[in-house]
């Protein structure tokens, strides 16, 4: 069973980088057919996807994100990672990892809280 | 503003049937994207619920039904049980000349009476 675990700072100060990580076990983050996603979700409000990196390295995102954020992977320990630059309180957000599997998003992380306040 | 839209709230009895509607444009739904429904239960994350328009994952009732036609899609729940009440999601790609997304609804609260 694949397992996601979302891990990084709870709490970022405002025009500071907010940095997180997943943590996938149970599968290999290199597996073909399957990309790798953040998404987030303000207190109350909907979802948002941030972006997603693909098994082969290509990285997706959101064009209204785009300009702030990297998703990066790391095979040896098979995790993969997000940055989001220059937050403000806007950013606050539950944020997930998921994996997607060419469309729908099959396995979700439990999510983590980053609140962004000085 | 999303950009697939969603009504903010549906609610029914027990028993009841109730429809969800995601209507989205040209650019996502209309230009032939999948839609996929996702159901979040209060303080937990998505579930997958229906992928690729009308197919259901493993264990998930045939209570819930997705159905998708031009340029809006659908979520049915029949035999409405208190424990659907949660937030209901639809879910598919954008492209437009600002560029290609993922997109959400906004979301639809399910309130069993």
């Known amino acids: 069973q694949l397992q996601l675990q979302e891990s990084g700072s709870g709490l970022v100060k405002p025009s500071q980088t907010l940095s997180l990580t997943c943590a996938v076990s149970?599968?290999?983050?290199?597996?073909?057919?399957?990309?790798w996603s953040w998404i987030r979700q303000p207190p109350g409000k909907g979802l948002e996807w941030i972006g997603y990196?693909?098994?082969?390295?290509?990285?997706y995102y959101n064009p209204s994100l785009k300009s702030r954020v990297t998703i990066s992977v790391d095979r040896s320990k098979n995790q993969f990672s997000l940055k989001l630059s220059s937050v403000t309180a806007a950013d606050t957000a539950v944020y997930y990892c998921?994996?997607?599997?060419?469309?729908?998003?099959?396995?979700w992380g439990q999510g983590t809280l980053v609140t962004v306040s000085s | 503003q999303s950009v697939l839209t969603q009504p903010p709230s549906v609610s029914g009895a027990p028993g009841q049937r109730v429809t969800i509607s995601c209507t989205g444009s040209s650019s996502n739904i209309g230009a032939g994207y999948d839609v996929h429904w996702y159901q979040q239960l209060p303080g937990t994350a998505p579930k997958l619920l229906i992928y690729g328009n009308s197919n259901r994952p493993s264990g998930v009732p045939d209570r819930f039904s997705g159905s998708k036609s031009g340029t809006s899609a659908s979520l049915a729940i029949t035999g409405l049980q208190a424990e659907d009440e949660a937030d209901y999601y639809c879910q598919s790609y954008d492209s437009s000349l600002s560029g290609s997304s993922v997109v959400f609804g906004g979301g639809t609260k399910l309130t069993v009476l």
């Open positions: 149970g599968g290999s983050i290199s597996s073909g057919g399957y990309s």
């Open positions: 990196i693909y098994h082969s390295g290509s990285t």
């Open positions: 998921a994996r997607e599997a060419e469309g729908p998003i099959d396995y």
